[in-house]
């Protein structure tokens, strides 16, 4: 009885106490996600399935991780023009058109303008919800991200499909990824890739990116470099050394 009279008097003071739990979106992960997927259209025909999709995620990512603060994040403008000094060739091939849905698009051009269109909205709408939405010029979305997460003395869940964010991976930090509908503890990527969080972008220089046209090590590939390699399972903050060699 006197357990509930003490949480009765919590909720008459301002509230039942709750842990605080952050909830950190790769906001063009989410959105890309739902346009692919999702075919809605408003009662005028204009497709909004990107638009409406990610609003829809976002309420269910909200209630389902009981976030007490939440973060959207985008890429800035001209994002990726440090790293391209660096490496030329990075995301090369990012801004081709292509369609990829010839059930509702005419045209990649089409399909372009709908996507920059609800983004444009999408961007609008989150300024009336309880959120924090950042772009930060000349940054990627992920870089911020990472920065933030590392940042709060906080629980946080950072929701995307890139596996970038399974480096920073700790009993604090956690990333969960829609498409598998799991969440990436440090025990899961042990698990799954045989090796230490902290030491999964040692495993990214080794395998290379795909994804952002990054290669890696001629001849090592995801399932051989833990064999050539288990100190990765072992040794926390390894650092390895990739000499190239020329044969002549």
Do not use: W
Not at 201 to 230: C, E, M, Q, R, Y
Request: proline fraction near 3%; include cysteine; charged fraction near 25%.
């Amino acid at each position: 009885m006197k357990d509930i009279l003490s949480l009765l008097d919590k909720v008459q003071e301002g509230g039942v106490e709750r842990e605080e739990r952050v909830l950190i979106i790769d906001g063009l992960n989410l959105f890309f996600r739902n346009f692919s997927a999702i075919n809605a259209m408003s009662p005028d025909g204009t497709h909004i399935g990107g638009l409406g999709g990610f609003l829809n995620s976002l309420g269910r990512l909200i209630v389902n991780h009981g976030a007490t603060e939440v973060y959207v994040f985008f890429d800035g403008a001209e994002s990726t023009n440090r790293k391209k000094r660096i490496l030329p060739d990075y995301k090369k091939g990012r801004g081709t058109r292509k369609i990829t849905n010839k059930f509702i698009f005419r045209s990649a051009d089409e399909e372009h303008d709908a996507k920059l269109g609800q983004l444009q909205r999408l961007i609008e709408y989150l300024k009336f919800l309880p959120v924090k939405t950042c772009i930060i010029n000349g940054i990627e979305a992920d870089d911020a991200i990472s920065y933030l997460a590392q940042k709060l003395d906080k629980k946080c869940t950072i929701v995307s499909s890139d596996k970038d964010f399974l480096q920073i991976v700790t009993d604090r930090i956690t990333v969960f990824r829609p498409i598998e509908k799991v969440h990436y503890t440090p025990e899961k990527i042990i698990e799954k890739y045989g090796i230490l969080p902290e030491n999964f972008i040692i495993f990214k220089t080794l395998v290379g990116d795909k994804s952002d046209n990054v290669a890696g090590v001629a001849g090592i590939g995801p399932k051989g470099v833990t064999k050539l390699f288990p100190m990765l399972l072992s040794c926390i903050g390894l650092k390895i050394t990739v000499v190239r060699i020329m044969v002549i």
